[in-house]
């Protein structure tokens, strides 16, 4: 009986901690897909020749984001 309660404990712990693995990867896939999004734009924002200019309608075009999601 202690050996299936100890087998049983050992199995449940190591659930948890793949599911806090799986957590972890999500959390990090979600950062590096927005990160990526973010050295995309500067990419973009650089190869500009008024890059202000451009800076200015990403920061219109984020406002309008916001208004519209919520």
């Given at each position: 009986?202690r050996?299936?309660?100890?087998?049983?404990?050992?199995?449940?712990?190591?659930?948890?901690?793949?599911?806090?693995?799986?957590?972890?990867?999500?959390r990090?896939?979600?950062k590096?897909s927005r990160?990526?999004?973010?050295?995309?734009f500067?990419?973009?924002?650089?190869?500009?020749?008024?890059p202000?200019?451009?800076?200015?309608g990403?920061?219109?075009?984020?406002?309008?984001?916001?208004?519209?999601?919520?």
């Amino acid at each position: 009986m202690r050996k299936e309660q100890l087998m049983r404990h050992v199995d449940e712990q190591k659930d948890h901690k793949k599911q806090v693995l799986r957590d972890q990867i999500s959390r990090c896939t979600t950062k590096l897909s927005r990160t990526t999004g973010l050295i995309q734009f500067c990419i973009e924002a650089l190869k500009e020749p008024d890059p202000v200019t451009y800076l200015q309608g990403f920061a219109d075009a984020q406002m309008r984001k916001k208004f519209w999601a919520g």
